[in-house]
């Protein structure tokens, strides 16, 4: 059974950090990104990493301050949160699928529970 599970959200102020971690079991992935729905809005592509080459996207509001990574023997990918801003608030989700990356929801096919970032001004 495929299962994709985060942890590291919270409450921060601005300028703080924060890391996000999610755990696959099940199968390992060709691509594995993080993806937000900040309140009202809709769910938008923040990172991804393609396993294999390493290779990684992010979004323009993001590059410069978040990092996508992995750990091959884990299979666990992270989220570095730097300078965090009131506008980064959302719940994070993890993504994984196979292929390229995608920046649109409907490029994966599992998802992981979601959790919550909050960043205080």
């Known amino acids: 059974q495929v299962q994709l599970v985060e942890s590291g959200g919270g409450l921060v102020q601005a300028g703080g950090s924060l890391r996000l971690s999610c755990a696959a079991s099940?199968?390992?992935?060709?691509?594995m990104g993080w993806f937000r729905q900040p309140p009202g809005k809709e769910r938008e592509f923040v990172a991804a990493?393609?396993?294999?080459?390493?290779?990684?996207s992010y979004t323009d509001s993001v590059k410069g301050r978040f990092t996508i990574s992995r750990d091959n023997a884990k299979n666990t990918v992270y989220l570095q949160m730097n300078s965090l801003k009131p506008e980064d608030t959302a719940v994070y989700y993890c993504?994984?699928?196979?292929?390229?990356?995608?920046?649109?929801?409907?490029?994966?096919?599992?998802w992981g529970q979601g959790t919550q970032v909050t960043v205080s001004s």
């Open positions: 099940g199968h390992t992935f060709m691509v």
């Open positions: 990493i393609r396993w294999s080459a390493g290779s990684t």
């Open positions: 993504a994984a699928d196979w292929g390229v990356i995608g920046t649109t929801p409907a490029r994966y096919n599992y």
